[in-house]
């Protein structure tokens, strides 16, 4: 437990030593204040809700979480000090853990940073602030799954870049699971199963209901297993791919 | 005279290379062990398995009487260990770094101050503390990590070419830091420096091609070599054992030269 603490600390502490932190933060505030209230008409529909806030969450994290975790396993295996890490009294969980909750609390950092936006739609009018804490909580949910996605996608090389790419490419077919051209591609040839299960996968699915203030226990747990899904996948690669 | 590391029938194959050829070999405390080799011929990699970074293909590692493949937490807090290049984390400075180390090493508070300042002196680098990793010189990196494998006064020390890059100031320092701390420890060294062997080792091993060739003291080495080579006598025996050209020239004037 002490272990996984100091890992996480120094992770984070190394966000903040360059201007990464500060940029992502800015941009991330900046880009769900235009969507919501440009783009999602937040004035315009007249409701006291957060649902043109939440309903781009998916579309933010998609580039965003992958700029964050891009780094997590790329650059210790640049730099060398995946051998130091390694060589530590530490266990190989520990070490993806640590790194996996660093990003996390980053990510709780820049939802937390929106709290004008909730402080707005309660001086304007008088909404169901359980949903929006449901929201609030769907959304760090959905940015684990992502997270863990980019962890693992980032123990593939030792560029950062192509670590980037990729992880946006992984991402964004779990967010278009569920969206009719790409579950048409299936529908022709696969069992009716099998497109429904693709489409099952789907984070955009999974949080729409979330971002409305309906927790089902079957949305945390699909969060969940994706979460816990990527960081063994993350392990796998790691072991494999850490001497190269 | 307790044995630190005992290695047997080691072996580390990357799909048809065989980097490591079944080696056997132990370390005593007390000893200072200088691992020698040509480039690619197993050092690092043997190196790595000891300090259960990479998984052997074949054979057995104990350290403190750990075995490093099933209780390998163990085996890894007996060993500080010093990579290949230094690496350690560029945005961080030595300071918060070594508060790092000496967390995942368990020690807190006045305990952890007092190890970060003791290794601090040792190794020199009270004037860098505060500055970022990545703008140190080469020397000062190699010290934060030496600072870094040295910090939980380790009963085994493995490092990795710890004078490469160094000015002669600089490795003499650490000559003398790892002389001083060989008689209570079980160091492995590696070098392609034959004079460092002499000058701070108590016994010495060559690898070629993943196999142990050499297996003596310093002097041994020295021994083997010749009457007739003057100069470099050791850098001929290390020729002799890991090339076949020595061997085939009688001659011996192209290497070591004769008096």
């Known amino acids: 437990m002490k272990n996984l603490w100091s890992l996480s600390k120094r992770e984070l502490a190394s966000y903040f030593a360059t201007p990464v932190a500060y940029v992502f933060i800015v941009i991330f505030l900046l880009l769900a204040g235009f969507l919501t209230f440009q783009v999602g008409g937040f004035y315009q529909r007249e409701q006291a809700d957060l649902v043109p806030f939440f309903t781009w969450h998916p579309w933010l994290y998609l580039f965003l979480v992958p700029a964050v975790t891009m780094r997590l396993w790329a650059e210790e295996r640049k730099t060398g000090t995946i051998e130091l890490l390694m060589t530590l009294p530490i266990t190989l969980p520990q070490a993806i853990l ?52 980019g962890s693992a996608t980032s123990a593939i090389t030792r560029n950062q870049v192509i670590a980037f790419v990729l992880s946006v490419v992984i991402c964004f077919a779990f967010l278009l699971a569920s969206f009719p051209g790409f579950t048409e591609f299936f529908e022709g040839w ?33 969060f969940g297993s994706v979460i816990a899904f990527f960081l063994f996948l993350n392990a796998l690669i790691l072991e494999a791919k850490k001497a190269e | 005279m307790t044995s630190m590391i005992e290695i047997r029938g080691l072996a580390k194959h990357f799909g048809p290379l065989k ?26 990699t043997t190196m790595k398995m000891v300090t259960g970074f990479l998984a052997p293909s074949a054979g057995t590692i104990r ?44 020690f807190f508070g006045a305990e952890k101050t007092r190890r970060i300042e003791e290794v601090v002196r040792k190794v020199h680098i009270e004037s860098v503390l ?9 020397g000062y990196k190699r010290r934060v990590g030496l600072a870094q494998a040295l910090l939980h006064d380790p009963a085994v020390l493995i490092m990795d070419e710890p004078t490469d ?24 060294l590696s070098t392609h420096i034959l004079e ?57 004037a192209a290497v070591g030269g004769v008096a």
């Open chain 2, 130 to 138: 505060h500055q970022p990793i990545d703008t140190l010189s080469k």
């Open chain 2, 196 to 252: 460092e062997v002499e000058a701070v080792c108590t016994r010495a091993i060559i690898i070629n091609r993943g196999r142990l060739v050499f297996d003596g003291t310093p002097a041994e080495l020295d021994g083997k070599a010749p009457r007739e080579v003057v100069r470099n006598r050791m850098d001929w025996v290390f020729r002799s054992l890991t090339t076949s050209e020595v061997t085939e020239k009688p001659g011996l």
């Open chain 1, 98 to 149: 640590g790194k996996f909750l660093a990003a996390w609390l980053f990510a709780l950092v820049a939802l937390v940073l929106t709290f004008p936006i909730w402080i707005t739609v309660n001086a304007l009018g008088d909404p169901d602030n359980g949903a929006i804490a449901a929201g609030y909580f769907g959304s760090f949910l959905m940015a684990g799954g992502f997270l863990a996605i």
């Open chain 2, 63 to 106: 350290v403190c009487g750990h075995d490093v493949s099933t209780e390998p937490i163990a085996a890894k807090e007996c060993i500080g260990y010093l990579p290949e290049g230094a690496p350690a984390y560029p945005d961080m400075t030595p300071l918060s770094f070594l508060h790092f180390i000496g967390e995942i090493r368990g």
């Open chain 1, 190 to 222: 696969a069992p009716e199963v099998i497109s429904e299960a693709i489409g099952s996968f789907s984070f955009s699915t999974h949080f729409d209901a979330i971002s409305k203030g309906v927790l089902d226990l079957r949305d945390l747990v699909f």
């Open chain 2, 19 to 44: 980097a490591v050829d079944g080696v056997d070999f132990e370390v005593r405390q007390g000893e200072v062990l200088g691992f020698l080799g040509p480039n690619g011929a197993g050092k690092s």
């Open chain 2, 165 to 188: 890059g160094l000015d002669p100031n600089q490795k003499h320092e650490v000559r003398a830091l790892i002389k001083n701390m060989g008689r209570d420890k079980a160091i492995v």
